[in-house]
């Protein structure tokens, strides 16, 4: 009679996978990150865009307009001074003009 042939499966029943408990609790996403780098492991997250400003808080429209060069020039020397994008610059304009949002002084 033959002896069934072992394959050196049998040392795999000692595996046990990792608890909750086992893992330490008060590791940050980056250094998990630093480790798995480290072993070759490449994120699957998706790469975010950076982006210069802050994207406005409420859906944006066009607003399109040929003033004079006199006014025009004004606006964009108040929008430096101020350190202000076009937008926020037209916006603390109308702020200061006691504009509201129903067009009224």
């Given at each position: 009679?033959?002896?069934?042939?072992?394959?050196?499966?049998?040392?795999?029943?000692?595996?046990k996978p990792?608890?909750?408990a086992d893992?330490?609790?008060?590791?940050?996403?980056?250094?998990?990150?630093?480790?798995?780098?480290?072993?070759?492991?490449?994120?699957?997250?998706?790469?975010?865009?950076?982006?210069?400003?802050?994207?406005?808080?409420?859906?944006?429209?066009?607003?399109?307009?040929?003033?004079?060069?006199?006014?025009?020039?004004?606006?964009?020397?108040?929008?430096?001074?101020?350190?202000?994008?076009?937008?926020?610059?037209l916006k603390?304009?109308?702020?200061?003009?006691?504009?509201?949002?129903?067009?009224?002084?």
């Open positions: 009679m033959s002896r069934k042939p072992t394959l050196g499966f049998a040392a795999l029943k000692s595996i990792d608890t909750d893992l330490p609790v008060d590791r940050k996403d980056s250094e998990l990150d630093l480790v798995a780098e480290r072993h070759g492991f490449v994120s699957r997250e998706p790469l975010r865009k950076l982006v210069k400003r802050t994207m406005a808080s409420e859906p944006t429209s066009n607003l399109s307009m040929r003033p004079p060069l006199s006014v025009f020039n004004r606006f964009v020397q108040f929008s430096m001074e101020n350190r202000l994008s076009y937008p926020e610059a603390e304009l109308m702020d200061r003009a006691g504009v509201n949002g129903n067009g009224r002084a």
